[in-house]
């Protein structure tokens, strides 16, 4: 089983947002928009094995909204 956990540079990261151990969705408690981009890392634990990952969040309004599904496909082979 996986656990994941915020882990941080800044102080605020764990005063905006919050992070379920079990899926590792993040969600914010509070506005964040006096901070964007906003910069913390994710820690992902199992089998007393961690990784860390960069998370950088920033606010996208509708208009520039676009979802891109791409099926039987790898990233790899994804070309912008």
Same mark, same amino acid.
Request: aromatic share 4%; no cysteine; glycine share 4%.
């Given at each position: ?25 993040? !969600?914010? +408690?509070?506005? #964040?928009?006096?901070?964007? @981009? ?26 520039? !909204?676009? +979802?891109?599904? #791409?099926?039987?496909?790898? @990233? ?5």
């Amino acid at each position: 089983e996986i656990a994941y956990e915020l882990e941080s540079d800044n102080p605020l990261a764990r005063s905006y947002f919050t992070i379920d151990s079990r899926s590792g969705i993040t !969600r914010t +408690i509070d506005d #964040i928009s006096p901070l964007l @981009p906003f910069r913390l890392n994710v820690e992902a634990k199992g089998n007393s094995q961690g990784s860390q990952m960069p998370l950088i969040l920033n606010v996208i309004n509708e208009p520039h !909204r676009m +979802i891109l599904v #791409i099926r039987d496909t790898t @990233p790899d082979k994804v070309k912008s």
